[in-house]
């Protein structure tokens, strides 16, 4: 079974919204904690969101904070990425994460991977 498996990126104009979805599998799951990344071309992977599994507790980077909302549905396993207001400089490949650490947005504290979906905002 694939850890985790994200979807749902796509091409918007700014201001528009997107909603990410990062399904894992059973035994990814019962990790700690789940996050979203994004990394733009010749720029480091930088942290994004990240929920506490056990007690829905989230954390945001600067830059998203009142746009984004990470949030999860345990019966299906998935963690997603409510994007709101988009614009231009959060066009790059987002990734979802799991991880044992809780409250980091540094992927140095996260385990799984998944492949990555694109986000593009137009101008």
């Known amino acids: 079974q694939v850890p985790l498996v994200d979807s749902g990126g796509g091409s918007v104009e700014a201001g528009g919204s997107l909603r990410l979805s990062c399904a894992a599998s059973?035994?990814?799951?019962?990790?700690?904690?789940m996050a979203w990344f994004r990394q733009a071309p010749g720029k480091e992977r930088e942290g994004v969101a990240t929920?506490?599994?056990?007690?829905?507790?989230?954390y945001y980077a600067g830059s998203v904070k009142g746009r984004f909302t990470i949030s999860q549905d345990n019966a299906k396993k998935t963690v997603y990425l409510q994007m709101n207001s988009l614009k231009p400089e959060d066009t790059a490949k987002y990734y979802c994460a799991a991880g044992t650490v809780v409250a980091s947005l540094h992927p140095y504290h996260y385990n799984y991977w998944g492949q990555g979906t694109q986000v593009t905002v137009s101008s």
């Open positions: 929920i506490w599994l056990r007690t829905g507790n989230t």
């Open positions: 059973e035994s990814t799951y019962q990790t700690i904690s």
